[in-house]
């Protein structure tokens, strides 16, 4: 009898995970100007609830988790990591209330303050950044952003 | 001579009994999903009434002022209760049936805070959030909520502001680059008031220092955009957030960076409610494709249907 079922329950769950939608993960690196992004993300906009997205590490790879296959926008955005200068001065007035408690900013690394450097804003909407991916399994794409 | 045992005995033996008690345990197993359904489905409704009765509310506010309600001056001092009273959420209030809040007299912002912040609206909270009503941290409480009026397309749009805009690109853009106040309404909306949203649903922050419905600065506690880049300002403190985001499922579970997008704790979705007064269900793929379009009152884009 236990010969019989284990095959059985084997089968099933192949079955089940093969039914799942096809999905892979993106990897790659991400430079502007031929110069390696230090800190943000990439974002992938595949059709699901949410955008996909991937941080970019310190030397400007990134990996992008379960993304649908087939031809997706994408867009980059490196927003001033935490305690650099430029994240200091941007307190807008309408934002300030003096009794709101903030979590404790936690400064990035070291080489992250220091390699970071600004991108266009437009790369962060993927309406406007005119980046598209074309998804297959296994592939790595690197985004070169001019 | 006495039967040593009685010869018809009366009453339950205990494997009985215990097999009695097992198919009822089993039958209340199997309602008990069935009744937390129809919780559910109850709360949902509830939740898209709510949206319904601020949709009719801003309607009734549009007839008596012939505008739409401004959301926070900008450029007021910090002890200013008008940061707080010239913002859709404490203007709507006669209109939802909360007179008695609105008709108190407010000098300063101590006596705001004292009077009003704690006050739970019913119509601002949604029941199928299962976060508390109020923020206690401070004294008083602040109340928090699960509405946020939609503002436009892009939070940036307010400092750089599209062509024929002067400010936000919503209809509840009610102050411009300066903090005076722009006059949006009916006519204002060329986009059509069905192609226009009023209302969405964003819980309130997990560590609940967002979502102060009444208290708003107002920056994601009663105003949200319908995209939010990293160009944005960022909330102090949070980091790790995919950029750019729209109205989206949240994180598993919901963090800090889904205070910035709308989202609901319905499945797979949430309403909105339009500037029309009627209330849509949007499954969160429409959040680039509809939400984006459908935020702004003038710029004349195509919505897809979903």
């Given at each position: ?49 949410a955008?996909?997205?991937g ?58 303050l ?33 | ?43 949902r409704?509830?939740?898209s009434?709510?949206?319904?009765q601020?949709?009719l ?82 004294t ?116 800090m960076c ?17 500037g ?31």
């Amino acid at each position: 009898m236990m010969c019989l079922i284990r095959p059985a329950v084997v089968a099933a769950a192949l079955a089940l995970t093969g039914c799942g939608e096809k999905t892979t993960d993106v990897t790659g690196k991400v430079t502007y100007k031929g110069k390696a992004l230090v800190y943000g993300n990439v974002a992938i906009l595949d059709g699901g609830p949410a955008p996909k997205g991937g941080a970019i590490q310190p030397d400007g790879t990134y990996r992008v988790s379960g993304v649908r296959l087939g031809v997706h926008k994408v867009a980059v955005s490196s927003a001033p990591p935490p305690g650099s200068d430029a994240t200091k001065k941007s307190t807008d007035r309408r934002d300030m209330d003096d009794e709101r408690t903030t979590a404790p900013v936690i400064p990035a690394p070291p080489e992250v303050l220091k390699g970071w450097f600004a991108i266009p804003d437009k790369y962060g909407d993927p309406a406007k950044s005119e980046l598209t991916m074309d998804v297959k399994p296994g592939q790595p794409f690197d985004l070169d952003l001019k | 001579m006495r039967h040593p045992f009685p010869r018809s005995r009366s009453g339950f033996t205990l494997i009985e009994l215990l097999v009695v008690i097992a198919i009822i345990a089993i039958l209340i197993g199997l309602l008990l999903p069935a009744v937390q359904k129809v919780r559910e489905a109850a709360a949902r409704m509830k939740c898209s009434n709510n949206l319904k009765q601020l949709a009719l509310a801003l309607h009734t506010y549009h007839d008596a002022n012939d505008r739409y309600p401004p959301y926070y001056p900008k450029f007021l001092g910090t002890t200013d209760p008008k940061r707080y009273t010239e913002n859709w959420s404490f203007l709507l209030l006669p209109y939802l049936e909360q007179t008695a809040i609105y008709n108190q007299t407010i000098p300063d912002r101590t006596t705001y805070d004292n009077l009003v912040r704690h006050r739970v609206v019913p119509a601002y909270v949604c029941p199928s959030n299962p976060q508390p009503t109020t923020y206690t941290g401070a004294t008083p409480a602040i109340a928090l909520g699960s509405y946020l009026g939609v503002t436009g397309r892009q939070r940036s749009d307010w400092k750089a502001p599209p062509a024929g805009f002067n400010a936000d690109t919503g209809i509840m853009a009610v102050t411009d680059v300066n903090g005076g106040p722009i006059k949006v309404n009916v006519a204002s909306v060329t986009d059509g008031l069905s192609n226009t949203l009023a209302f969405a649903e964003r819980p309130a922050a997990v560590d609940q220092q967002w979502g102060w419905i009444l208290r708003g600065s107002p920056n994601l506690d009663s105003i949200g955009w319908a995209q939010f880049t990293s160009a944005d300002t960022q909330i102090s403190g949070v980091t790790g957030c995919v950029f750019p985001m729209y109205f989206q499922a949240p994180l598993n579970p919901p963090s800090m960076c889904d205070t910035y997008h709308f989202w609901s704790y319905h499945t797979g979705g949430g309403n909105f409610a339009l500037g029309d007064g009627s209330v849509r269900f949007f499954r969160y793929q429409a959040g680039p494709t509809v939400i984006v379009p459908m935020s702004t009152r003038a710029m004349g884009e195509v919505v897809p249907n979903e």
